[in-house]
């Protein structure tokens, strides 16, 4: 019974020291995309309502760790589509429109996967 007891002391301070140390060695940042694989993304705009016509989409996909990557522009077509080829992982996307009425709107997330995707997007957004 006491050795029981032994054994379960050691694998508990087994595990919480490999916690420990785990959790020591994280440089506090969230952890971020770094690859440089590229993937298309289509979509539609549409602005107070309406198709937009004009202006651009732009997909930033930069962070701390992609910090020289630059961001991808699209134009907005007259069927309100656009396509861009950017990098996989997380993306800010930003409209710019001279019919957006107000472009006081925080950038969209995406989290591009390879290969082909597709992000309709709607200013103002549809209230939740």
Do not use: H
């Not at 472009?103 to 597709?118: H, L, Q």
Request: a positive charge; proline letters at 7%; glycine letters at 8%.
């Amino acid at each position: 019974m006491n050795m029981w007891k032994s054994r379960r002391r050691m694998m508990f301070l087994a595990a919480a020291s490999g916690l420990a140390v785990d959790w020591g060695c994280s440089d506090g940042k969230p952890s971020v995309d770094t690859s440089t694989t590229e993937a298309t993304v289509k979509g539609t705009v549409t602005l107070n309502g309406k198709p937009a016509t004009k202006g651009t989409v732009v997909f930033d996909p930069a962070n701390y760790k992609r910090k020289d990557a630059a961001p991808r522009t699209a134009e907005i077509g007259a069927d309100s589509s656009y396509t861009v080829t950017t990098l996989v992982g997380q993306n800010q996307v930003f409209v710019n429109s001279p019919q957006l009425k107000n472009s006081d709107y925080p950038p969209i997330e995406i989290d591009v996967k390879a290969g082909e995707n597709s992000l309709d997007i709607l200013l103002p957004p549809a209230k939740q």
